[in-house]
């Protein structure tokens, strides 16, 4: 079922889609929706469940559905030229799900705070006991518990207090039906690295030197399996390094937009 996701806008030109991480919401785009939008069309769409979109009843948990939602939001915003396409963490596991099924809409890709690999048995397990949790307890507090201290680096936990406690607020606010479905969506989801082998447009991979999630070596696996990529190292960043260094973030990204062909 269609999922009608809703789409924070701004800017004119080209198009650039922004795949927010889990379990927060486009919203943490704003540095780069601010800092690109005098140049580029960017669009931040909240993954279904979060933010201002609805979890439509009997919808399947996969990346793949996320993928097609997001084809359903540029057909009905008429967008036919590709875009360039970025996701951090979860959303790089739906832009590697939206190369596999529609490809021929991507121009570029960005891939932040990721990894091209599936989920191991034992994670797997771990996800399906917090989505029961949540959805038990009709609270999304225990990703504070559990999650917090990982989503962001040592750095910021130190020194960017407001960085830290808007994390906080947005785990807090994360509906647990949501947390629920992505986190079964993630479980599901499958190895991505002989996809990146195929990926024939340019591709910019970013990390943060302190991400504990997605650590510097499973980005420079997807550098090393894409064919035409380039990596990024961000240093005193985590695992939400769009959020944590939004400069240094936004530096590498306008280099790369700026030397896409026309
Ligand atoms: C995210 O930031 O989106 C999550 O940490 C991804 C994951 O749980 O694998």
Request: hydrophobic share 45%; aromatic share 4%; charged share 25%.
């Amino acid at each position: 079922m269609r999922a009608d996701p809703y789409v924070i806008e701004a800017g004119a030109g080209r198009p650039v889609v922004l795949l927010h991480a889990f379990p927060l919401n486009a919203s943490m785009w704003a540095p780069q929706r601010e800092q690109l939008s005098s140049s580029w069309r960017v669009l931040c769409p909240d993954q279904r469940g979060f933010g201002g979109s609805p979890l439509p009843h009997d919808s399947r948990p996969s990346v793949d559905t996320l993928a097609d939602d997001l084809a359903a939001v540029l057909d009905a915003k008429r967008i036919d030229q590709p875009i360039v396409l970025g996701g951090l963490s979860m959303g790089g596991y739906v832009a590697m799900a939206f190369w596999r099924r529609h490809r021929e809409r991507v121009a570029a890709l960005v891939l932040a705070d990721t990894k091209a690999s599936a989920d191991s048995p034992e994670a797997a397990v771990n996800r399906e006991r917090i989505a029961t949790e949540v959805v038990t307890a009709r609270s999304s507090a225990i990703l504070v518990t559990e999650m917090l201290s990982q989503l962001v680096g040592p750095t910021t936990r130190a020194q960017r207090p407001l960085v830290h406690g808007r994390v906080k607020a947005l785990i807090e606010s994360a509906p647990p039906h949501a947390v629920a479905w992505a986190q079964r969506a993630m479980a599901a989801r499958p190895d991505s690295l002989d996809d990146l082998r195929t990926v024939d447009v340019p591709a910019l991979v970013i990390v943060g030197d302190e991400d504990e999630i997605s650590p510097v070596s499973d980005a420079e696996e997807m550098a090393r399996a894409l064919p035409n990529s380039s990596l990024v190292t961000l240093a005193a960043a985590g695992h939400l390094a769009a959020m944590e260094t939004p400069d240094d973030f936004n530096a590498a990204l306008k280099e790369f937009l700026a030397g896409l062909p026309e």
